[in-house]
């Protein structure tokens, strides 16, 4: 049988640019796994991994021009957008080469014996190795950040992980351009190319997956792909992490006060966090709980001026833009849903944006209503008006779990005043990152900053963003009464490396 070919397609038109690859059999995809994992110990020298990365960053910035060209083109993101992207991208791999030089994330503790303690405690030395070949899914929304030379790929470089990626098929040109670049800063440094590479094709990822030589994977995507991977990953003779982003509906709260004080001010931000990027950022407020009442009347009117004057975006590809149309017209349908501003159809290859707004009672119980409980992609966010804080408990005991949740409040609220504290204890176990009077868009890539939360947000505890992301690759092992001369150069006493530890519970 003929393999598969792999084409670049362009969203603005649906047609097909270029043949880019052949789809990756089920040998090819052993082979990858295969060569990777033979050049694991290519990646023990720290010093190596940095300078990789930071060479990998340098490469990218030069092939600017190329990489935004091949990524526009595949996605219909813009150049403006795609420019700020790959500065993202090579930050992060500037960012973990700084993390490998900090040492911090070894996590190196070392407790001296002390025959008097109960139980009496013999010598111990704990620190973190990678796990092996990490499988890395790209997402489609982000042909750069979270693809082929994305944070996944730079936090398991730096974690000292060979990587195979499996390429989206949104973006298959970007992730060949972007892999060769890779490759190039591989070569500088003397490293084997294999420490990264790229397959295609769907049969592909389920492959990859399933390799008895792969030892954990990062996802980003829907929950449909991503559950069934990761039941895959669980399913496996042995089961391997499966860090997994599926899906997110960022509940947003605007309490009475903070609509009385400044309504038009949150329906014009609720109205370019909903619209930036088509709606197709992972942090897209979906669903927004806004008093009753004149001032969430206000609030509701400054949302429509704005989402009306949004102009219709294209879609990364026609089976987002027909899952788009189908998912608003089914939700628009049901029993007391209103559309103040209608999303749907723009031309033959764009998406116009809107809202939805119903009671936030209709949503208080199981029902038909559930739907709007789950994320819609692309530029569309659902309005639930309250009239008591009852009903605000109520919906929010019923929502999955999130990216982020948000709590917009008065400036008297946010001194401490009124119900404000206990509306955040109530949306923090929601979400992996809470805000108070800003918007999600936009995750800032720092060593703070947690990007993931309880399912089907994502499937582990870990961030995809900041330098503890970093931790999803790595394991600790405990060496116990070992003579100095075999221990590893991090746990010798003298600590020949200069890296951070704790001795006995302590600083060094």
């Known amino acids: 049988m003929a393999a598969t070919p792999v084409w670049s397609v362009d969203p603005r038109t649906g047609k097909q640019r270029e043949q880019v690859a052949l789809e990756a059999t089920a040998g090819e995809v052993d082979q990858a796994v295969r060569a990777a994992h033979a050049v694991r110990a290519t990646l023990a020298d720290r010093r190596v991994r940095a300078a990789l990365l930071r060479t990998a960053a340098d490469l990218l910035d030069e092939a600017a021009p190329q990489v935004i060209e091949a990524a526009d083109a595949e996605s219909a993101l813009g150049p403006g957008r795609l420019t700020g992207e790959l500065a993202r991208t090579t930050a992060q791999f500037r960012a973990f080469a ?3 030089d900090e040492g911090f994330f070894l996590d190196i503790r070392i407790d001296h014996p002390d025959p008097g303690a109960i139980p009496p405690r013999p ?12 499988a890395v899914y790209a997402a489609s929304n982000f042909p750069l950040a979270f693809s082929v030379p994305g944070g996944d790929t730079a936090s398991a470089l730096a974690a000292g992980c060979p990587v195979v990626v499996k390429a989206h098929p949104d973006h298959p040109a970007t992730s060949e351009l972007c892999v060769a670049v890779l490759h190039r800063a591989a070569e500088q440094v003397g490293l084997p190319a294999a420490v990264i590479s790229v397959v295609h094709g769907f049969d592909a990822g389920v492959a990859l997956v399933k390799h008895p030589l792969v030892a954990a994977a990062g996802f980003t995507g829907s929950v449909r792909g991503g559950r069934a991977l990761f039941d895959a990953a669980a399913a496996r003779p042995v089961p391997i992490p499966f860090h997994g982003e599926l899906g997110s509906l960022n509940p947003v709260v605007v309490t009475e006060a903070a609509a009385a004080e400044r309504a038009e001010e949150i329906g014009a931000g609720l109205a370019g966090s909903v619209t930036q990027g088509v709606g197709q950022f992972c942090v897209k407020p979906g669903f927004v709980l806004v008093p009753g009442g004149a001032a969430g009347d206000t609030l509701v009117k400054a949302l429509t001026d704005a989402v009306s004057d949004s102009e219709a975006g294209v879609l990364l590809d026609h089976r987002m833009r027909d899952n788009f149309l189908a998912g608003v017209r089914e939700r628009a349908a049901l029993t007391g849903v209103d559309a103040p501003v209608t999303p749907g159809a723009g031309s033959d290859h764009t998406v116009s944006a809107g809202f939805l707004t119903l009671p936030a009672a209709l949503l208080a119980a199981d029902g038909e209503h559930d739907l709007l409980l789950e994320e819609c992609f692309g530029p569309v966010t659902v309005v639930a008006r309250y009239d008591s804080a009852d009903e605000i408990a109520a919906v929010l005991s019923r929502l999955p779990g999130n990216l982020t949740a948000t709590l917009q409040v008065s400036a008297a609220e946010a001194a401490g005043e009124g119900g404000a504290a206990a509306l955040l204890a109530e949306l923090t176990p929601l979400a992996g990152r809470v805000l108070v009077n800003g ?38 092992v405990v060496y116990q009464t070992t003579p100095e001369a075999l221990l590893p150069p991090e746990l010798r006493e003298a600590n020949p490396l200069g890296l951070p530890r704790r001795i006995n519970g302590l600083p060094e």
């Open 98 to 100: 700084d993390v490998i």
């Open 439 to 476: 918007w999600p868009t936009g995750v800032a890539v720092a060593p703070a900053q947690h990007h993931g939360g309880p399912y089907p947000a994502s499937t582990s505890t870990s961030t995809s963003v900041g330098g503890t992301a970093i931790e999803r690759w790595l394991r600790p």
């Open 123 to 134: 010598d111990l030395r704990r620190y973190k190795l990678p796990l092996g070949v990490v």
